[in-house]
């Protein structure tokens, strides 16, 4: 059976067996990977500890095809996660973030521009200070390598570099103030907001002295999960965790 030999994120785990785990992991060229961890939960297995949901890691694997079930030999960790599972936003803004990519990529299929992105976010993530802003800008890159990047430097009904006045989920993009009446799956949106979205998906260094406000937070992510969920399909199970944080208090400014 082949060996395949990779760096990759766990994106979840589950029990399988008795001392056997259910890995999904993330790989840069073979898309998304299911394997069975044998003796993971055992206390000496050399895999304990090695295999935590939302770790980067660098996995060997065997497989017979990329959609199969394969079975993880060794895994060694190149960036542990837990930080992140130590703080809840930081856990849901994660778990929402590997929950989009276990959804929007299949097995076998390159995406080393979804890998990237996810990395990028939840090494990020560690330091952010505010989570769930630093979310809005993981999600519009992964939306943007998924080919859905959100239109935001002109009107998607006119094409005229205009202030905008809503949002086409529809469309997947701002809409303008004179196209705004009768835009498909409209919702409301500001020159404000346009902005941020601008900046975050440039990666530009003036984003740095944008604060945003937690409605402003909201709103963004709002619309890049309507987004996701209108294009791809991606009804994520994490929305609701991510939500109960979010109005449970745990925003940056309002942490203790
Ligand atoms: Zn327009």
Redesign the pocket.
């Given at each position: 059976m082949p060996i395949v030999k990779t760096e990759a994120i766990i994106l979840n785990s589950s029990d399988y067996r008795e001392s056997t785990l259910l890995l999904t992991l993330l790989t840069p060229e073979h898309g998304r990977v299911r394997l069975i961890a044998r003796g993971a939960k055992r206390a000496t297995s050399r895999n304990r500890g090695r295999v935590e949901p939302l770790s980067r890691v660098e996995a060997q694997y065997s497989i017979r095809k990329p959609d199969e079930l394969g079975t993880l030999r060794e895994s060694r960790v190149l960036d542990s996660a837990d930080c992140v599972r130590g703080d809840l936003l930081k856990y849901a803004a994660a778990q929402l973030a590997a929950e989009f990519a276990d959804r929007a990529v299949h097995g076998g299929e390159e995406c080393r521009g979804v890998y990237q992105a996810l990395a990028s976010f939840l090494s990020a993530l560690k330091d952010a200070a505010d989570p769930a802003a630093r979310l809005v800008q993981g999600l519009a890159e992964l939306l943007a390598e998924l080919g859905f990047e959100p239109v935001v430097e002109?009107?998607?009904?006119?094409?005229?570099a205009?202030p905008a006045e809503s949002f086409s989920v529809a469309l997947g993009g701002v809409?303008?103030?004179?196209?705004?009446v009768g835009a498909p799956g409209r919702r409301p949106f500001n020159p404000g907001l346009q902005r941020i979205l601008s900046l975050m998906l440039r990666r530009d260094p003036a984003l740095a002295r944008v604060k945003m406000s937690s409605a402003q937070t909201r709103q963004l992510l709002l619309t890049l999960l309507d987004l996701a969920q209108h294009h791809l399909d991606l009804q994520l199970r994490s929305r609701d965790f991510l939500w109960s944080m979010l109005n449970a208090g745990y925003g940056a400014s309002e942490r203790i």
């Open positions: 002109h009107c998607v009904r006119c094409g005229e205009r809409v303008c103030r004179e196209c705004s």
